[in-house]
């Protein structure tokens, strides 16, 4: 008698153990998951504006400066034609707070402070949006055991989390709106800055290398995409030896026209080495009738921020 009940006995206890680990699912199921898979609510914080753009706009001055110059387009077309053209592009920019804005003469002497027509110009930065911290996703549960509470949690993390992206994307668009209006009256004023710059014609000669030294100046000191434009016909007959580091910069050469087209198509090959060995990327030449707000916008635009 003894020995059966001690038989029946060892049988149940593998048989309880059994049910034990079929009704808490083992510890996890064959699918890896324990319980039903939860719907979490995501939550994503707005996204940033990015890095810094400085963008900087040499004008050539001294169009007229030397016997090359083209009589197709006298004095003061090309400064003037720039000037608006620059002007008309600042709206287009997709400008953003932490974004730089300079401008220069080029003249025989480029690198004279004097030739600054606008100093470098930074969009103010808003003050960095306060956003509550996210809710905390439940941790998933180790047993079946722990199934209802673990669903209890994911209602209320899902109720907290919609809560949370509602209050986190009206904070984002009351900045953004913010932000658009800092950047409105920026270029209201940047216009103003530009349009009201006198040219004055420099008859001595052209220093392009002078003009990219100040850029590279610029450049240097202010981390993030740099973006170039120069308006003139590249004709430099200063020989100003700076070669100064550009830092990858994107170059747009525009109002680019020499009567020759020999000459031209010449110069346009000398300046993709010469801006080869400052460190530029490969300068994009608009001739002077392909040269519009629209076109500059596009191509400074083509490589992203």
Known sequence: ?????????????????????????????????VCPAPTLEPVTMPAGSGSSVTYGFLIDRAYTGDAKRSPSYPWPQLPMTALNTVAGAL?????????????????????D??????????????????YPP?????????????????SAKVRAYNTAAKEWQAKANGIAQAAA?????????FIDRTQSAIRGASPVQDPVGTDIYGGL?????????????????????????????????LQQSDIVVGLYHRDD???????????????????????????????????????LKATGR
């Not at 997709?94 to 002497?109: A, K, Q």
């Not at 402070?113 to 306060?130: D, H």
């Not at 709106?177 to 009256?185: L, N, P, R």
Request: glycine share 10%; with cysteine; net charge positive.
């Open 134 to 150: 996210a809710p905390v996703a439940p941790k998933a549960p180790i047993n079946q055991l722990e199934c209802n509470d673990y």
């Open 213 to 245: 030294a100040v850029a590279g100046g610029v450049f240097g000191a202010n981390p993030g995409k740099h973006k170039l434009v120069l308006f003139s016909d590249m004709t430099d007959t200063i020989g100003n030896p700076v070669r100064p580091d």
């Open 91 to 111: 709206t287009k920019l997709d400008l953003r707070p932490g974004d730089s804005v300079f401008g220069t003469w080029i003249s025989h002497n480029s690198n």
């Open 1 to 33: 008698m003894t020995k059966g009940i001690r038989v029946r006995f060892g049988l149940a206890l593998p048989l309880a153990a059994a049910l034990l680990v079929a009704g808490c699912g083992g510890f996890g199921s064959s699918n890896g998951s």
């Open 261 to 299: 087209p020999n000459d031209q198509g010449k110069g346009q090959r000398d300046w993709e080495n010469a801006f080869k060995t400052l460190n530029a990327r490969t300068p994009v030449f608009l001739p002077w009738a392909a040269t519009t707000a629209d076109k500059i916008v596009e191509q």
């Open 113 to 130: 402070t004097r030739e600054i027509f606008l100093p470098l110009t930074q969009v103010p930065k808003s003050s960095a949006a306060a």
């Open 177 to 185: 709106a913010q932000d658009a209006q800092t950047v409105a009256m």
